[in-house]
């Protein structure tokens, strides 16, 4: 039983699930304000989705939780500015936020409805929530915290996001695993020569490409060196020193071995 925490999840276009990646920090890219469509009538914002049914592009009414809170300083077409970002949840999804109605204090581990809060979607298909100085925040008193915490499955994952705890068991390693060479300028992997054809020499870097399952579906993941390194208890100069060693193609071979295991 492998566990993955403070990683990202893509799912890919279609039912099966694809890379577990690094995504980019997506609330410190929000649109310009003044490029917002106006919100629709009140009336028709009555009926309320889940962070899990959230559409592109239009205006939404949800309740959810904040997970987490940051007051920051921005610079766009109106000027600099401070907001609100942070990750809201509820039990179906988390998504990122900002809020320009720095006048409304939201408070970490509260409950919020909010009316009218425009759903804008980036090119990887991932989604940040705006509050903007329009949007009607309500505090909700709630009892039972169960509706808004989120325990992530493969299954559930319907869009890219960032920092998801994922535990299951890792039921493939590819042969594409290990220590590889990376292009220093690119950072393209590199097995004669530089896919982009750069001149600026390659480092070792170690990556393990694999398959996780976790009862409700499985998906391709790409763990990163830190990552790696932890799952296979050996950071980067050991394998290094270890290719360097006389029986060098045994340890390699071990290293496969061993972490192949669930």
């Not at 577990?20 to 009555?46: A, F, G, N, V, W």
């Not at 976790?214 to 390194?229: C, E, N, P, W």
Request: hydrophobic share 30%; with cysteine; charged share 20%.
């Amino acid at each position: 039983m492998v566990a993955l925490h403070s990683s990202s999840a893509t799912p890919p276009n279609g039912k099966s699930r694809d890379l577990l990646q690094t995504i980019p920090q997506q609330e410190d890219h929000y649109p310009d304000p003044r490029t917002l469509p106006s919100p629709p009538p009140s009336p028709e914002l009555k009926s309320q989705l889940t962070l899990s049914e959230l559409s592109a592009g239009k205006y939404v009414s949800t309740t959810t939780r904040v997970v987490f809170l940051r007051t920051v300083e921005r610079q766009d077409a109106l000027g600099s500015k401070l907001i609100f970002s942070g990750i809201l949840e509820d039990s179906t999804f988390k998504v990122p936020f900002v809020s320009h109605r720095i006048s409304f204090p939201l408070i970490r581990n509260c409950v919020y409805r909010f009316r009218s809060a425009y759903v804008h979607e980036f090119q990887d298909k991932s989604v940040l929530l705006i509050i903007t100085e329009n949007t009607k925040i309500e505090p909700r008193n709630v009892e039972d915290y169960r509706e808004f915490i989120w325990t992530p499955k493969i299954e559930s994952i319907t869009r890219p996001i960032r920092n998801t705890n994922l535990q299951g068991v890792i039921t493939t390693v590819h042969r594409n695993s290990g220590l590889v060479k990376r292009c220093n300028n690119c950072k393209s992997l590199i097995y004669d020569s530089c896919p982009n054809k750069c001149n600026e020499g390659w480092g070792w870097d170690l990556r393990v490409s694999c398959r996780l399952y976790d009862g409700s579906g499985s998906m391709k993941m790409v763990l990163t060196k830190d990552i790696a390194s932890n799952v296979l208890q050996k950071n980067l100069s050991e394998l290094i020193l270890s290719i360097t060693a006389p029986n060098n193609a045994y340890i390699n071979n071990n290293l496969y071995q061993s972490s192949a295991l669930p």
